[in-house]
């Protein structure tokens, strides 16, 4: 009879302790999963090999989402009332000149692009709506931006600003950075109004939507006597245009150089680029400018 009482006793212990051992593996089971949460890096867990897929997919897509953004940069440079390039501190570069590019993407912005490209030069590309109602086109903008190169806006229609209602000016301004968002993924960084004509309704609405502001210093490619490779390189290296009663130099450190989608201008772009390097300048990185807060 005592023998029997053990053996039960024992048999009674036992079951206790499997109880037990199983609830505690229940009660850890959502500790690990957290830890795997909060700490993928933990080479003491084990994540399943799904949720493995699914962290490197998550770090292939933000690693593939990067590389489309425009990389973030230290400013360099802020712009003046003129839209001229000012270093911040002083030891920066000041002989600097800043492309720009208006009225992409037409036909020939794609190709300007990778002259570009090929010259290690730097350009922000002012885009306008009118030009992305195709699919080729939207796609044209985007491997101009793929390449590196910021998109600005330069308004949906290319209207006068001083000539719309504020509800009109809001519509031009706002419905192409939705677009423009739509295909590259961001809105633009950069405006310019067309003809450089600005409202302070404008103004405002740029600044609001942390857009920066500019015109230009000077730009010859839309001046008849110039829609030409050759007399345009030449007036766009010396900063003279004669033919339209320039007879002095408007090239100077900060320079903010104006040119347009149009094929005398892709024709002597690299010529261009070269021509200002043998003078002495650098072609400024838009992203080295300073934004709005």
């Given at each position: 009879?005592?023998?029997?009482?053990?053996?039960?006793?024992l048999?009674?212990?036992?079951?206790?302790?499997?109880?037990?051992?199983?609830?505690?593996?229940?009660?850890?089971?959502?500790?690990?999963?957290?830890?795997?949460?909060?700490?993928?890096?933990?080479?003491?867990?084990n994540?399943?090999?799904?949720?493995?897929?699914?962290?490197?997919?998550?770090?292939?897509?933000?690693?593939?989402?990067?590389?489309?953004?425009?990389?973030?940069?230290?400013?360099?440079?802020?712009?003046?009332?003129g839209?001229?390039l000012?270093?911040?501190?002083?030891?920066?570069?000041?002989?600097?000149?800043?492309?720009?590019?208006?009225d992409?993407?037409?036909?020939?912005?794609?190709?300007?692009?990778?002259?570009?490209?090929?010259?290690?030069?730097?350009?922000?590309?002012?885009?306008?709506?009118?030009?992305?109602?195709?699919?080729e086109?939207?796609?044209?903008?985007?491997?101009?931006?793929?390449m590196?190169f910021?998109?600005?806006n330069?308004?949906?229609?290319?209207?006068?600003?001083?000539?719309?209602?504020?509800?009109?000016?809001?519509?031009?301004?706002?419905?192409?950075?939705?677009?423009?968002?739509?295909?590259?993924?961001?809105?633009?960084?950069?405006?310019?109004?067309?003809f450089?004509?600005?409202?302070?309704?404008?103004?405002?609405?740029?600044?609001?939507?942390?857009?920066?502001?500019?015109?230009?210093?000077?730009?010859?490619?839309?001046?008849?006597?110039?829609?030409?490779?050759?007399?345009?390189?030449?007036?766009?290296?010396?900063?003279?245009?004669?033919?339209?009663?320039?007879?002095?130099?408007?090239?100077?450190?900060?320079?903010?150089?104006l040119?347009?989608?149009?094929e005398?201008?892709?024709?002597?772009?690299?010529?261009?680029?070269?021509?200002?390097?043998?003078?002495?300048?650098?072609?400024?990185?838009?992203?080295?400018?300073?934004?709005?807060?």
């Amino acid at each position: 009879m005592f023998r029997k009482s053990i053996v039960l006793c024992l048999l009674v212990c036992s079951l206790l302790l499997v109880v037990a051992c199983s609830n505690h593996e229940n009660e850890k089971k959502p500790d690990e999963g957290q830890a795997i949460e909060q700490d993928s890096n933990n080479k003491e867990t084990n994540p399943t090999e799904e949720t493995v897929s699914e962290e490197e997919t998550e770090i292939e897509d933000e690693t593939e989402q990067t590389s489309v953004h425009e990389e973030i940069k230290e400013p360099l440079y802020e712009l003046d009332e003129g839209s001229n390039l000012i270093p911040l501190e002083e030891g920066t570069n000041e002989k600097v000149v800043l492309l720009t590019i208006d009225d992409v993407p037409d036909d020939y912005a794609l190709d300007m692009a990778k002259t570009l490209k090929k010259l290690d030069a730097s350009a922000i590309f002012f885009a306008n709506g009118h030009f992305l109602e195709s699919e080729e086109n939207k796609e044209m903008l985007r491997e101009i931006h793929d390449m590196g190169f910021p998109i600005g806006n330069h308004t949906y229609n290319h209207f006068n600003l001083t000539d719309l209602s504020k509800e009109k000016q809001k519509e031009e301004i706002i419905n192409l950075n939705n677009l423009i968002e739509q295909i590259i993924g961001e809105k633009p960084k950069f405006f310019r109004a067309p003809f450089g004509e600005n409202t302070d309704y404008a103004k405002q609405l740029v600044e609001d939507e942390g857009m920066l502001l500019m015109n230009w210093t000077y730009g010859y490619d839309y001046f008849e006597p110039y829609m030409e490779a050759e007399k345009l390189t030449e007036a766009m290296i010396s900063g003279e245009g004669p033919e339209v009663d320039v007879t002095y130099s408007l090239l100077k450190p900060g320079a903010n150089l104006l040119m347009h989608d149009r094929e005398w201008t892709a024709a002597a772009l690299e010529d261009i680029v070269k021509g200002l390097r043998e003078k002495g300048y650098e072609m400024a990185d838009p992203m080295t400018l300073k934004l709005p807060e």
